[in-house]
């Protein structure tokens, strides 16, 4: 069997670090090992639409925005298809075939799509294409005949979903989609980089992100300003690391490079968590640290945006040629869907 590897984002806003470590960093890594035979990634406009329909400028206006942070991380649209969701009409089509085969009632059930009705506060006014974009996203995953799907932890129910709609589509038509499988980062901190308020998840909407395209100015600002551990208040008091999203960053981002670099009196991460453990060691210490290694993360990403910006007649080409390619290989599964349903009629 092929090995498909395929994402999706949103354009609701900018990438942040939360993307990065939690799956960004984890594509890039997959397109330099090369071990696929297709690789897609793609900016998810018509998922987007679902809870932004009414605002179609901020999702129109983010799409270029995804485009430049995928580009800057190091996605290289010689190894990767990098497209636009609603470029590739038959998405549309099998969503409206794998309808027939969920139910109401385990749409609702889907703890993703429960989660995020309660924080968008529809009450009993749910639309209908918002409840649907699990089977919206199974179409994207099957279109591509997608084995292989990296995301972040948020999403597993999606893939489950997924994966019954294909056993469903395979039983009742007979063997025609292929089953897709999640990919989730191996480090547990990458999985869900909290705020820099401390607050549970880096997210646009909390206002508590640290975003690809900052300047160094801005991280510092934002790094300096960061929650820590609140009983901490004098330099000699014992500190928590466990808890405290400054440690959390540094375990996600932080090499023993980094530590030779720029704190060489310490040998690695453990060594300076134990004297914060201790006490004895300010905050402000370990801030001024994630601030460079934050810094030399960001460092190249920024350099490759601003290639990027300045060639943005480019950036548009990569994502036409790119969805013109996608569309390619999504009609052909639609051919092969259809077949199977015998409405293949004048084929
Ligand atoms: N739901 C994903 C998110 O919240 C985006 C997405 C849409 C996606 N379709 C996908 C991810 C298909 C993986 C595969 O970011």
């Known amino acids: ?26 594509r890039v890594e997959l397109q330099e090992k090369h071990d696929y035979d297709e690789m897609y990634v793609f900016i998810a ?37 990098i497209f636009i969701q609603s470029m590739i009409s038959p998405l549309c089509e099998l969503t409206m075939y794998y309808m027939n085969l969920v139910t109401l009632s385990r749409l609702e059930r889907n703890p993703t799509v429960k989660t995020e009705i309660k924080q968008k506060d529809f009450g009993n006014s749910i639309p209908v294409g918002f409840l649907n974009y699990p089977i919206s ?8 005949e997608a084995t292989i799907v990296p995301v972040g932890e948020d999403q597993l129910p999606m893939l489950e979903q997924a994966r019954e709609i294909v056993r469903s589509f395979n039983n009742i038509y007979g063997k025609t989609l292929v089953e897709p499988e999640a990919l989730i980062p191996d480090s547990v901190v990458c ?52 808890d405290n999203p400054v440690f959390i960053y540094l375990e996600a981002l932080s090499t023993d490079e980094h530590f030779k670099k720029y704190l060489p009196e310490y040998k690695n991460l453990d060594e300076l968590k134990a004297h914060y453990e201790k006490g004895g060691l300010g905050d402000v210490k370990v801030k001024n640290f994630l601030y460079e290694v934050i810094e030399d ?38 051919k092969k869907v259809k077949k199977a349903m015998l409405i293949d009629y004048f084929d």
């Open 137 to 144: 996203q199974t179409a994207d995953i099957t279109a591509f």
């Open 1 to 26: 069997m092929k090995k498909i590897i395929l994402t999706g984002d949103r354009p609701t806003g900018n990438l942040h670090l939360g993307h990065y470590v939690g799956s960004l960093k984890n």
């Open 297 to 334: 993360t960001l460092r190249p990403i920024r350099e490759k945006r601003k290639y990027y910006e300045d060639n943005i007649d480019l950036v548009y080409d990569i994502l036409k040629e790119g969805s013109a390619k996608a569309l390619e290989k999504a009609n052909s599964t639609l």
């Open 45 to 81: 406009d018509t998922q987007a639409l679902t809870d932004n329909f009414n605002n179609p400028k901020k999702v129109r206006d983010n799409i270029i925005e995804v485009a430049l942070d995928y580009l800057s991380v190091g996605l290289d649209p010689n190894k990767v298809t």
């Open 191 to 242: 999985r869900r980089l909290p705020g820099t308020d401390g607050k549970a998840k880096m997210s646009k909407s909390l206002g508590n992100c640290i975003y690809l395209k900052d300047d160094s100015k801005t991280v510092k600002k934002k790094v300096m300003s960061m929650y820590t551990d609140p009983n901490h208040l004098k330099v000699e008091d014992p500190g928590n690391t466990k």
